[in-house]
């Protein structure tokens, strides 16, 4: 046989190969992310509204923690400093997403789900672990996005009896919805409200989605005439002890948002863009208010009549569309963006206080580059050790070779993996050695059970086999003893410990073990 030509035909080869050459394309072009402690990274300071205790800023350092590191960045560094601040430390990335994070961090995350003015369910409905992200779906060139969740089983028959009876009614779902607000609409935004959308309809609409037994959100239509902006002034004026906010046109009169503010509201200008929600047509000619950021409106879905006659229900849904002024491609990436960071805020819970985040800023790296460096030598060091130890248990120099190539294309996928979907931080290099150690060990099992049968009449694939059972069992058990802190939510700072820790066993067992079995084989088995 031509061992040579064996190599390059061997599958289990290939795919090793096949592997390395793409995730090395993949580093090139988007690059690793590393670790606050190699790079630096970006402190993005929190202002409390009050001052909390103990107990809560232990739950809003956690919360904010969770939140942060479910949205993708691994590893985030959250401490309270005295009583009303909180210090975000997150590895140097991009500013979009210093900006994705800061306004996750400003989200509240109270979500609620309204039918008729009437609550029919809210965030703490919710089971913990239950969120998921549908990918995004693309029909007729729309793309959706969707987010999942069960509820409790008493929230599900909360819901049953909130929504009995109301068939074909939207049900709006909020994220952070406001309170204590009041809309100031020029009656020119109504107008262009939505194709096929009159007036009088879009108005109707945008009241029906504000009301709430507990407190609605008033919407006052400002007409150019000074009898109307006199109606909106007395409004305001009698309604200043329920109401401190509101959300007002850019092009409302001057004279008007003075007023307000001299009554000691805190008066936010919002656009056109900003100020008009979308519809959706439910029947001809039957319009329905879809979304509204402005008041955190993500999705209103129609209620089916069969979860209106008093079913019990226990898993539920928020969805939406991307803008459809956007490319396809920037469809696509709106749409995972926003399930990923609802997801994250529902999967963090709420705030207990409101909170103002501040001008994030650069901060340099705890241990620096040479840090990073002497870990990567560290590492290869430790594998030539290793190496040579075998070459002198089992007398054969050919070993170093395929122990080291293997070995350090293990080392290469997890860094790769890791670098480019999460952050390569401490806790990841330790899992990285825990997988050297791993990794060695069933090279040494393997090569045990090919030079124990090489004069036997087993075949090279029965002795592999034989090998492989060993070999895949203790790679289950090391990944079933980590996912408990994969998915800990409140232990982010071994993420990364687990997470290098399973990547280098399924990728061990799948990639680069059968390679090395496949060469030593070759050489040593009949």
Known sequence: MNVKNSYITDKRIIVLVIVFLALALLDVH??????????????????????????????????????????????????????????????????????????????????????????????S???????????????????????????????????????????????????????????????????????????????AAMKNALAYNKQPIPLIVVYNNNASISAAESYINVSKRSYTQIFASDNLPSSLISYAKSLNY????????????????????????????????????????????????????????????????????????????????????????QVIVGTPTSIPPTLGKSSLDISIIALITAIVLVSIFIVIRYRRVFLVGPILITTLLELFIIISVIGLVGTIDLSAFAGMIAVVGTGVDAQIIITDEILSRKNTSESSKSILGNAFYIVWADALLLIIAMLPLFFSTSLVEVIGFSESTIIGALMGVLVTRPAYGAIVSRHYAN
């Open 30 to 123: 988007y690059g690793l992310h590393f670790g606050i402690e190699f790079i630096g990274g970006t402190q993005i300071p929190v202002t409390l509204e009050q001052s909390v205790n103990a107990t809560e800023m232990s739950s809003i350092i956690s919360t904010i923690q969770q939140r942060v590191s479910t949205f993708g960045l691994k590893q985030v560094t959250v401490e309270g400093v005295g009583s009303d601040e909180v210090y975000v430390t997150l590895p140097s990335v991009s500013s979009t997403e210093i900006n994705k994070t800061a306004s996750i961090i400003d989200s509240q995350g109270h979500f609620l789900g309204i039918v008729n003015g009437i609550q029919a369910i809210n965030g």
């Open 125 to 203: 409905s919710i089971l913990p672990g239950s969120i998921g992200i549908v990918p995004p779906t693309t029909i007729n060139n729309t793309v959706g996005w969707q987010v999942s969740f069960f509820i409790t089983q008493t929230a599900a028959t909360s819901f049953a009896k909130a929504v009995f009876g109301q068939a074909n009614k939207p049900l709006y779902m909020f994220l952070d919805r406001p309170s204590g607000t009041i809309i100031l609409l020029n009656s020119s935004m109504l107008g262009n409200a939505s194709a096929g959308v009159s007036a009088s309809e879009a108005e």
């Open 266 to 353: 805190t008066v936010k200008l919002e656009s056109k863009a900003n100020m008009t929600p979308s519809f959706t047509e439910v029947s001809v000619g039957n319009f329905s208010l879809n979304t509204w950021p402005l008041i955190g409106l993500l999705s209103s879905p129609e209620l089916n009549p069969s979860i209106t006659n008093g079913s019990v229900g226990d898993s539920y849904e928020i969805s939406g569309a991307a803008p459809t002024t956007l490319a396809y491609a920037q469809k696509l990436n709106y749409a995972t963006n926003t399930s990923k960071t609802i997801a994250s805020i529902l999967t963090g819970g709420a705030l207990p206080v």
